[in-house]
């Protein structure tokens, strides 16, 4: 297989990884014995694939088929895809981050000889949640691998680790795929009406899992356009501050709705486990500790939900104040053309009305307000507090 990254026809397991040939190559190869090491960090920014790549490189390690490293089809691929492959371990977390007690048990896994497959793959999604202490426990590992073992950490990007162990890992960078892509594979993949793929595509900037709910929810497409709607009805302070009330509270209704059903699930699968029987209150000794415990981590799991539900409005919100600048700077509907594309195809009118009332200027500081926003989210500050400074700033 050729080195070229032009050249790489996708197949078998790296047919959903979008737009990312060149990261594709690079595992194929390494699948084959050519620039294979102990450790990965694959990076990228948030929808680019990296958990996608990640599993494909894991099956593509484990294929057995010989020349065609992820062909797909074969028991290595399937099993590892359907996440029962014995010697693959997946580590995801839904909690604001990754303890000790979870890197301790991939750390005691990675020192296993593998039981059936090549090798002995130990990947761990979203790696930029581990504490510092789980970090340390994870360098040793990664420091002193056993000669069959594999590990493959996936982060929003380098920075985003340990020194110590990125320093350690061979490192692939993800781009965001464009929008053509994403919007083929979603009238491949999922069937859907190709107008509304490439809309969706757009207005999901790359991100091929919104991509797909966009395409395929109503739901999600009415929280999205009632985000953008907010850009319109700042008027005053008045008006700023109950935009974003309404938005914050609309973001923990998301994240409760989607959070209450698996709770319930979890609880219940959690109390017949214990011993709890219908109508009675006796269980097996520390089973009182254990369900707390699994409240606590239910708590946890709604938090990082509604972040993550007010980051995306988030950033609908700064990509319809480019396609506002966008417009301003004559980038669309300039005398020469459209240069770019509208990101919210579908709120062009809103776009121009704005565009018309304000400058490039005013613009850009709005761009900053919704960034400075996304931060101050991230760094724990309370999201409504956050929201209303921005609101106001929108203004």
């Not at 946890?300 to 480019?322: E, N, S």
């Amino acid at each position: 297989m050729s080195g070229d990254s032009a050249a790489f026809q996708p197949y078998g397991v790296w047919t959903d990884l979008v737009g990312q040939d060149h990261i594709s190559t690079d595992l194929v190869q390494a699948a084959l014995g050519n620039g294979m090491t102990h450790a990965w960090l694959l990076t990228g920014p948030p929808g680019s694939g990296r958990s996608t790549a990640a599993r494909a490189f894991a099956a593509a390690l484990q294929c057995t088929t010989a020349g065609e490293p992820g062909c797909g089809y074969c028991l290595g691929c399937r099993t590892v895809l359907d996440g029962t492959h014995p010697d693959v371990l997946q580590l995801a977390t839904d909690q604001l981050s990754i303890g000790v007690a979870d890197t301790r048990g991939l750390v005691r896994r990675s020192s296993m000889t593998p039981s059936s497959g090549r090798w002995q793959v130990l990947l761990i999604e979203d790696a930029d949640r581990l504490t510092e202490a789980a970090g340390n426990v994870l360098l040793k590992a990664v420091e002193e691998p056993s000669p069959r073992t594999i590990w493959i950490l996936c982060a929003p990007g380098r920075d985003d680790m340990l020194p110590t162990i990125r320093s350690r890992c061979r490192h692939l960078l993800l781009r965001t795929p464009p929008s053509s892509a994403v919007a083929e594979i979603l009238v491949r993949r999922d069937g859907v009406d190709p107008i509304r793929a490439r809309e969706a595509a757009r207005a999901a900037q790359g991100h091929i899992g919104r991509a797909k709910r966009l395409a395929t929810d109503d739901e999600a497409r009415a929280k999205r356009k009632a985000v953008l709607a907010l850009a319109s009805s700042l008027t005053d302070i008045g008006s700023a501050l109950s935009a974003a009330q309404k938005l914050v509270d609309a973001t923990i209704a998301e994240a409760k709705h989607d959070a209450d059903e698996r709770n319930v699930i979890e609880t219940a699968d959690m109390r017949l486990a214990l011993g709890y029987q219908e109508g009675s209150r006796k269980a097996v000794p520390g089973a009182a500790g254990a369900l707390k415990d699994l409240e606590s981590r239910q708590k946890k799991r709604a938090t990082r939900m509604q972040r993550d539900a007010l980051d995306l409005a988030l950033v609908d919100l700064a990509a319809f104040y480019r396609d506002v600048l966008a417009v301003q700077l004559g980038a669309i509907g300039g005398p020469g053309g459209d240069v770019t594309e509208p990101i919210h195809d579908d709120q062009y009118a809103a776009v121009r009305k704005i565009a018309a009332a304000g400058t490039p200027e005013a613009t850009l500081r709005r761009i900053e307000a919704v960034l400075a926003c996304r931060k101050a989210v991230e760094r724990n500050v309370a999201p409504l507090l956050a929201v209303e400074a921005m609101a106001v700033n929108l203004r």
